[in-house]
């Protein structure tokens, strides 16, 4: 059934597409009572294979907790598959639109259809949830799907294998696997969609490799997401909310908080609570069981080289959560560390984090704040903690990013009804939501003449019944 390639023959992927978009092109688009079909059958089968997906999850990390891996990524899956179900026949439904007077005598509407053949490129930070949220949604819209899930989750992307082997055919989803020259070939294939999530960097090598075939994008990247704390919001709710944020599957989040901005009469507090925060959350620090090791020995070493290049600028290196008794015994496991005073040149603030570090900058006012802000590339997310007063309109009307949470992290992600997407180098396009049914459907706008045609009097031979229509069309109010 579903076709697992390991660095496969270039031929095997491009058959694979080509299989589908046969099936695609004979088949015709699917309707209502098929889709439905196909996430019934999707959602089935993630309750049935619940234990091993924690298994291979946890075994990839190194660990990561049953619990975060249902919140994190089992709930998501399931509450997308559900909230389609719900609203599938709505989003199918012909959408009429509105025609001027000239043209009452007919009508105009857009019908959705599918665009065809799907590609999914998944990241390793979430490698259930973020392969199969797409997938269920392409489904949804009446595609057909390939998927390429990453290398560094080798028994998660085996187990996705054998699980949508186990209830599609391969000419309705198709899994492919291989390391990182699989993917560049899957990216330059002529899909009819391609979605991928992952870094910034290499969202531009596959949309270069996109352009080729004028392939349409979503593009799901991330950046460096700013939590802004107004001042005097630094108490208990705040941090634990932004501990939840930062240090769930150990911050190797693309939504993570990636940098705090601390009114400077606040700074000690903050400093304070989030080590309370840090405590509650994980009684046993950075051994607990529910702490997530890092995904790979080159992460873990890339982010000791942060702290490290932080450190030699000056910048205050604060590890939360180690004491003696405390101490870290599972491999590739780091402590949480806030990183205050890092000056702008400093890599941990040139570059995504990824990681459970959270560098704290102080400000004085919020013109600062939003002038900061506005001067780096438009972020993923942006969370507020604060009122909902001038000041987080301000910050909400005066800054552009992916999504916002207000007093909150993270959970914009989880309101199904809501987009979720990036804007500029955090992204591109949005998925969740109806836009993400219509992301992946080409919206056809239809027009139907009825029995008389008013346009037809603005055919040549062109006389005084022409000029009438046109006097009497250009002389209307909007």
Known sequence: MTVAVEDSPVIDIANTLDQQRRAFLNDGPPGHKRRRANLIKLRAVVLAHRREVEDAISTDFGNRSRHETDIMELLGVVQSID?????????????????????????????????????????????????????????????????????????????????????????????????????????????????????????????????????????????????????????????ESIVFGKLSNAGQTCVAPDYALVHEDDLGEFITQYRDAVARTYPQGPASPDYTSIISDRHYMRLHMLIKDARAKGADVIEVGVTPERAIERPRTLAPVLIVGAEDDAMVMQEEIFGPLLPVRTYRSLDEVIDYINARPRPLALYYFGNMDADSEAVLKRTTSGNVGINNTLLHVAVDDLPFGGVGPSGMGAYHGIEGFRSMSHAKGVFVQGRWSLPSLLRAPFGKLAKFAIAITLRARP
Not at 197 to 208: A, D
Request: proline share 8%; charged share 15%.
């Open 83 to 239: 909230y389609l179900l719900r609203h599938l026949r709505r989003f199918m439904k012909p959408e009429r639109r509105h025609v001027a007077a000239f043209h009452r005598a007919g009508r105009a509407y857009v019908e959705y259809q599918p665009k065809g053949v799907i590609g999914v490129m998944a990241p390793w930070n979430y490698p259930f949830s973020l392969t199969f949220i797409p997938l269920a949604t392409a489904l949804a819209a009446g595609n057909r799907v390939m998927i390429k899930p990453s290398e560094l989750t080798p028994r998660t992307s085996e187990l996705i294998q054998r699980m949508l082997a186990s209830c599609f055919y391969t000419d309705e989803v198709a899994v492919v696997l291989g390391g990182p020259e699989t993917g560049a070939y899957f990216s330059s294939l002529p899909f009819d969609h391609l979605l991928f999530t992952g870094s910034t960097q290499v969202g531009r090598m596959v949309m270069r490799a996109a352009s080729d075939n004028l392939v349409p994008l979503t593009l799901e990247l991330g950046g460096k997401s700013p939590v802004v704390l107004a001042p005097g919001h630094t108490g208990r709710s705040a941090l």
